[in-house]
């Protein structure tokens, strides 16, 4: 099916000329006159990526394009403003409204087909993704789950297993009482192992036997400090493309606080990163094993990625 792109402005030469640059490039081009008809004809087609007028009789396009995004059906089309108004304060009050791009009038042709083109390969990429993270979800079951204090309980007491693991700290080390980034590496390995491997629960602030010992001895001045410093560990060292895959919380079990992170199955292979080093982690058992290239290569081949 060919992607819509729909074209929108109340002067009929332009829209001619709009029409001319892209229809020799297979796509489904519709066209509209004005904010209102704009808003009418993309409720019934949906399209990809929507080239708009800014200066319009009536609705102008800024206000078409907060209209847009405000439906959730079209909030994902990709809209560029066209307009003959190129300075800095029509930028940036057509970025705050919901656009992506700007073209200036006159139109290149050259130009409009190259964003058009540029855009429709950004709104794929991102619509697979969105599809590869509901087909993993769908494989695993539910997905995430919502913890409660009861059922973290009945997770920590059935103990460590290939998907559960229990870290005393995220940052400090108890045996020398001071901040450890082997610490912090612990616990990054762990989670490059879930991603590689099933998924699965790190459970930071519980000892070994399962006891909470909660995250005082890491002292964070609140829960929000320790979920951005796990989100800045992930981020450099795993990567933020894989943040969709890791949903993190803080649960009080017993009156102690438990930084609870979940790992869904990464669509793609995940390598912790760190001092000019990279590792790729897997989990075997109730452990994380690191593998060689080789191993890398041969697992890889048999996990399908």
């Known amino acids: 099916m060919a992607d819509r792109v729909l074209l929108v402005d109340d002067n ?3 829209l001619q000329v709009l029409y001319q640059a892209l229809e020799e490039e297979g796509y489904e081009l519709l066209v509209a006159q004005s904010g209102e008809e704009a808003l009418e004809i993309a409720g019934a087609a949906n399209p990809s990526v929507i080239l708009l007028d800014i200066n319009m009789p009536g609705m102008d396009g800024y206000e078409t394009c907060r209209r847009l995004k405000a439906d959730p059906e079209l909030a994902k089309s990709v809209v560029v403003f066209l307009s003959a108004r190129g300075d800095l304060d029509d930028k940036l009050a057509g970025f705050d409204s919901g656009a992506v791009d700007y073209i200036n009038k006159p139109f290149q042709f050259e130009e409009v087909v190259a964003r058009v083109k540029k855009h429709l390969e950004t709104f794929h990429r991102e619509k697979d993704l969105e599809s590869e993270k509901s087909e993993l979800q769908a494989k695993l079951g539910e ?9 973290l309980k009945d997770l920590i007491a059935g103990g460590e297993n290939q998907r559960v693991e229990f870290k005393s700290t995220l940052r400090h080390n108890l045996r020398t009482d001071k901040p450890d980034k082997k610490m912090e590496n612990g616990c990054l390995k762990n989670l490059a192992a879930y991603l590689n491997s099933s ?3 790190l459970c930071v ?3 070994d036997e399962g006891i909470p010992l909660g995250l005082g001895p890491d002292n964070f001045p609140n829960e929000d400090k320790i979920l951005l410093y796990l989100t800045s560990m992930i981020c450099n060292h795993l990567g933020s493309e894989i943040a969709t895959c890791i949903k993190s919380s803080v649960i009080t079990v017993e009156g102690n606080q438990v930084l609870v992170v979940e790992c869904l199955r990464s669509p793609q292979p995940v390598y912790f990163r760190r001092d000019s080093e990279e590792f ?8 994380t094993r690191s593998l060689s290239p080789s191993e890398v290569v041969a697992y890889l081949e048999n996990r399908g990625a």
């Not at 997905?143 to 059922?151: A, Q, T, V």
């Open 280 to 287: 790729f982690f897997v989990r075997t058992g109730p452990s």
């Open 205 to 207: 602030g519980v000892d």
């Open 199 to 201: 998924g699965g629960v």
């Open 12 to 14: 009929l030469t332009n």
């Open 143 to 151: 997905g995430f789950r919502e913890f409660s204090e009861e059922s």
